[in-house]
């Protein structure tokens, strides 16, 4: 797995510290990383952009950090599956992108009863 940054972060990630990741991202509060490689570097390119802009510091560099993932531990989390841009994704991205605070498992559940009743019945 990949992660963007840029090269004021070099050699600290040890241990992640979750007080520096932002706030209001599609999917939460929380350490973003990527399958695609190409994807982690244009994420740190657009991050050096915006720091040399705002910040006028010419001496960042993007940054790519590779990631082992345990897939089992993986496969123990809990997690949610969204198939494709359904409505439930969409109302998940714009609540974590506006702040609001709820369970995550709460919103499952609440996911899992809508879809539930939704269901068609035999008859």
Known sequence: MY???E???SGQFGNIDLGRCSQYTDFGHG???TSNYHQALNLARKKV???KRYEKNEDIKPMVVTFQIDTEKLKRLD???FEGYVKEWIEFVYNNR???KF???DFHKRIL???KTSAPTDR
Do not use: E, K, N, V
Request: charged share 10%; no cysteine.
């Open 79 to 81: 997690g949610i599956i």
């Open 113 to 115: 009863q809508r879809i």
């Open 3 to 5: 992660h963007g940054t």
């Open 103 to 105: 369970a995550y498992s």
């Open 49 to 51: 952009r915006f720091l």
């Open 98 to 100: 506006i702040g609001l």
């Open 31 to 33: 350490f973003y990383t």
């Open 7 to 9: 090269s004021t972060y």
